[in-house]
Nanobody, 127 residues
Framework: QVQLVESGGGSVQAGGSLRLSCIAY????????MGWFRQVPGKEREGVAS???????VYTDSVKGRFAISKDSDKHTVTLQMNSLKPEDTAMYYC?????????????????????WGQGTRVTVSS
């Protein structure tokens, strides 16, 4: 059983920064991807960023240059540093993890690739 626990959400003014963290508990593959997704009411959940076992990273276009995803494999954590936040970044942010991945698999930010999900942490950016 896998449990993902997010932290770090909150409220910030536009232009500010937040740092989201996610810790994974349980039994899971070392070779995996971890990612961050977000969702606003009435809209589909969308991928924000992912990072695989080898450290390969994928970002959605709207956050490139502002957000940075990183991981600590020893601590089973993944972090999303969010800078230059905009009101349109307001959403519930979810941490997610895949099952086993092969060598060179970058996973991307396709929801269907991720099997395990956290409960979410809310981010609110005011103008």
């Amino acid at each position: 059983q896998v449990q993902l626990v997010e932290s770090g959400g909150g409220s910030v003014q536009a232009g500010g920064s937040l740092r989201l963290s996610c810790i994974a508990y349980g039994n899971f593959y070392t070779r995996r991807c971890m990612g961050w997704f977000r969702q606003v009411p009435g809209k589909e959940r969308e991928g924000v960023a992912s990072i695989n076992y080898d450290g390969d990273i994928v970002y959605t276009d709207s956050v490139k240059g502002r957000f940075a995803i990183s991981k600590d494999s020893d601590k089973h954590t993944v972090t999303l540093q969010m800078n230059s936040l905009k009101p349109e970044d307001t959403a519930m942010y979810y941490c997610a993890m895949t099952g086993y991945i092969g060598s060179g698999d970058m996973c991307g930010i396709d929801l269907g690739r991720f099997a395990y999900w956290g409960q979410g942490t809310r981010v609110t950016v005011s103008s």
